[in-house]
């Protein structure tokens, strides 16, 4: 019985140590991590700005004035403008800035020492942690084998003259502290055995109660699932609205970024508007799911479909690092369909792989009789063989908590039977390979 207790009570206080220093020891990495990322990259920025500043004052249009200031502050000298201001390449980041129309000076800053100097940080600051709460445990533990374990172990064997119907004077000393006075319940506990009786009767109504308190809980129950398929709808909706309101936002600082340079954002606005009227269209066919409406075929270029899933999803932070590679011929015949429809099952299958680690993505697409079929295919982590058959069901997924709903799939299958065709999924050679039936067009 103590031994079991031991663990018990070392296990409560380990959990109760961890809840608090957990979290701390979360927010103390990231802040560390922020401060170390944010002041290579202000030094690196003010480096850079010293040189443009520099080339302005002394060099004039003179290149090899430039390039000396440039090698100096570690960059180089670029013969064309800038085509972004700052960008990060996996470990690698890019700053560019333009002295003079036409040219830059573009800097290459390594942020690899960062992540090592966080390494050795993050080794240090986790072991003080853990001693800092082997110490907490260490005490904690002691306080209460000295004033717990022992005596219930007392209470323990008191317990057992209980059960065989002990008799006659009182078995533990009464008094002292809340432990010490577990004694005297002990003592009146033996006295209360031989009232099996009324104790009967006294369960029974308990059992009333609980069966009353049972019924009631059954309707709490039928409240909570009703309320659970509200939450699963809200969190589809936020899963499918996420990709467009991504792209919105980074159309936002893109168009910001353009009108303080003074450059026309007209193809931003109309970007932003397309965006705007994806999420309307998203938010119709979430209600669709349970009650569909009659869609309108069109003749859709899958050329034009695919392009516009790659320009939404560009700006977004999930698409960094993935390379598309859409090979879809020219001769490639068109499709009955709905754009939106089209544009949305691409994004949704581009989305997923990126979020699956591929770093490459190819679109492929072949023509038979009455039928057009697209491949896309990922080099990322692949299907797991038991998720194969549950792929496009509603709310079915693999992601952690928080990080996906099991919509967008069901969602591509659901869109493509709208439009008369539809989609399945395999295992490539290196990821997942989904294929797409679409309608062949004749008109």
């Known amino acids: 019985m103590t031994t079991g207790l031991r663990l018990r009570l070392l296990a409560i206080v380990l959990g109760a140590g961890l809840v608090p220093i957990a979290p701390l020891a979360i927010v103390l990495l990231l802040q560390v991590r922020d401060a170390l990322y944010a002041r290579r990259v202000a030094d690196a920025r003010a480096r850079i700005a010293a040189a443009t500043l520099a080339a302005r004052e002394s060099c004039g249009e003179l290149r090899g004035c430039i390039e000396r200031i440039a090698r100096a502050a570690g960059g180089r000298y670029v013969a064309a403008p800038c085509a972004v201001h700052m960008a990060r390449l996996g470990e690698e980041l890019v700053l560019c800035e333009e002295p003079i129309p036409g040219a ?138 996420g990709n467009p309101v991504s792209a919105l936002i980074a159309y936002a600082a893109l168009m910001r970024e353009r009108v303080q340079q003074g450059k026309d954002v007209g193809e931003y606005a109309d970007r932003v508007e397309r965006e705007a009227a994806r999420i309307d269209r998203i938010l119709r066919d979430l209600l669709d799911l349970a009650r569909p409406r009659e869609v309108r075929l069109e003749r859709v270029d899958l050329r034009r479909a695919v392009e516009l899933a790659r320009s939404a999803l560009e700006p977004q932070q999930v698409w960094n690092g993935v390379a598309l590679d859409a090979k879809l011929a020219a001769d490639l015949p068109a499709v009955f369909a709905e754009e939106h429809y089209a544009v949305q099952v691409f994004v949704n299958l581009l989305a997923n792989a990126a979020r699956a680690g591929a770093k490459k993505v190819r679109v492929a697409g072949r023509s038979g009789p009455d039928a057009v079929f697209v491949e896309v295919e990922d080099d990322g982590k692949g299907i797991a063989p038991e998720v194969l058959p549950r792929l496009f069901e509603p709310f079915f997924t693999t992601a952690a908590p928080g990080e996906g709903t099991g919509l967008g799939l069901a969602l591509c299958h659901a869109s493509m039977e709208r439009i008369g065709g539809s989609i399945s999924a395999r295992n490539g050679e290196r990821g997942a390979v989904f294929e797409l039936r679409f309608r062949r067009f004749v008109g």
């Open 104 to 241: 830059a000076i573009e800097l290459h800053e390594d942020l690899g020492p960062v992540r090592e100097q966080l390494a050795a940080l993050d080794a240090r600051l986790l072991f003080t942690l853990a001693l800092f709460l082997a110490l907490l445990v260490a005490v904690a533990v002691w306080l209460l084998e000295r004033g717990v374990v022992r005596r219930l172990a007392q209470v323990d064997l008191a317990l057992e003259v209980v059960g065989a119907e002990h008799g006659g004077t009182a078995l533990l000393p009464e008094g002292g502290d809340a432990v010490g006075r577990v004694g005297a319940a002990v003592n009146r506990l033996s006295e209360r055995l031989r009232e099996e009786r009324q104790r009967t009767r006294t369960q029974i109504d308990q059992l009333s109660a609980a069966n009353r308190a049972l019924g009631a809980a059954r309707e709490d129950l039928q409240r909570s699932e009703r309320l659970a398929s509200i939450g699963r709808l809200a969190a589809g909706v936020a899963h499918e609205v």
